[in-house]
Nanobody, 126 residues
Framework: QVQLVESGGGLVQAGDSLRLSCAAS????????MGWFRQAPGKEREFVAAINWSGGNTYYAASVKERFTISRDNAKNTVFLQMNSLKPEDTAVYYC???????????????????WGQGTQVTVSS
């Protein structure tokens, strides 16, 4: 059974950094593309970042490019989202995802079938 558990969210000031973590279990981690999405109150859920199976290729939403970095540690079954230069508009619940299909590219995370974590709250004050 696939489980995704996010951690690392919290309350920070604009300009600060946070690193989110997502621990995955249930399947061979390195075989699956991983991603991050977020949802702010009253807003639609939106794509943030993705990394292909095994690692090496990434894909980002324009709003976070050059500020956020997605990475994975396959030995630890963990995907990370390093968030720098945080802005109040980054405030949202952040969700970790894992593609259902194996060995796919980063771009397939955007619209492909995937498993979801429970989310972790990130709040950025001005």
């Amino acid at each position: 059974q696939v489980q995704l558990v996010e951690s690392g969210g919290g309350l920070v000031q604009a300009g600060d950094s946070l690193r989110l973590s997502c621990a995955a279990s249930g399947r061979t981690f390195s075989n699956y593309a991983m991603g991050w999405f977020r949802q702010a109150p009253g807003k639609e859920r939106e794509f943030v970042a993705a990394i292909n199976w095994s690692g090496g290729n990434t894909y980002y939403a324009a709003s976070v490019k050059e500020r956020f970095t997605i990475s994975r540690d396959n030995a630890k079954n963990t995907v990370f989202l390093q968030m720098n230069s945080l802005k109040p508009e980054d405030t949202a619940v952040y969700y970790c995802t894992q593609n259902v299909a194996s060995k796919s590219s980063a771009t397939t995370v955007v619209s492909g079938q995937k498993y979801w974590g429970q989310g972790t709250q990130v709040t950025v004050s001005s």
